[in-house]
């Protein structure tokens, strides 16, 4: 089920650990972040989290206003257990809106998951060296 964002789950987020290559996504200075603008997935303990909007946006890239963007996170210890697409279909049929979303080209893992999902890669840029790629529904 869809949750707002506690005190006590964003204290839980920040101190989740990514493995590498995955670190880049962990959020331990990210609390007045979590707070101010995401959302969680429980399903009898904390699963992931989300935002939506130009939150989950990465600059440089010129967004259109087309789709809704949105970003997840999944609890590290769920990744690679086939959590993801349970996770996944809980937030699309939450937010109801086509989507777009914005992953890092070397991540495989999710970049499948998307792809099951009904998401087609439609675009890709350099953010420093770091090559994204952006899916839509």
């Given at each position: 089920?869809?949750?707002?964002?506690?005190?006590?789950?964003?204290?839980?987020?920040?101190?989740?650990?990514?493995?590498?290559?995955?670190?880049?996504?962990?959020?331990?200075?990210?609390?007045?972040?979590?707070?101010?603008?995401?959302?969680?997935?429980?399903?009898?303990?904390?699963?992931?989290?989300?935002?939506?909007?130009?939150?989950?946006?990465?600059?440089?890239?010129?967004?259109?206003?087309?789709?809704l963007d949105f970003g997840?996170?999944?609890?590290?210890?769920?990744?690679?257990?086939?959590?993801?697409?349970?996770?996944?279909?809980?937030?699309?049929?939450?937010?109801?809106?086509?989507?777009?979303?914005?992953?890092?080209?070397?991540?495989?893992?999710?970049?499948?998951?998307?792809?099951?999902?009904?998401?087609?890669?439609?675009?890709?840029?350099?953010?420093?060296?770091?090559?994204?790629?952006?899916?839509?529904?």
């Open positions: 089920m869809i949750k707002n964002m506690t005190e006590a789950y964003a204290k839980e987020i920040i101190t989740w650990r990514y493995a590498k290559p995955y670190d880049v996504y962990c959020m331990k200075d990210a609390y007045d972040e979590l707070m101010k603008r995401y959302q969680v997935v429980y399903e009898d303990e904390l699963i992931g989290f989300f935002c939506t909007g130009r939150d989950a946006q990465v600059p440089p890239y010129g967004y259109n206003e087309d789709f997840i996170g999944l609890k590290p210890e769920l990744c690679g257990n086939g959590y993801g697409e349970i996770f996944m279909r809980e937030i699309i049929e939450y937010i109801d809106n086509p989507l777009r979303l914005t992953v890092l080209a070397w991540n495989e893992r999710a970049r499948k998951l998307y792809l099951k999902l009904g998401f087609k890669d439609v675009d890709q840029f350099y953010r420093g060296e770091r090559l994204f790629v952006i899916m839509t529904q």
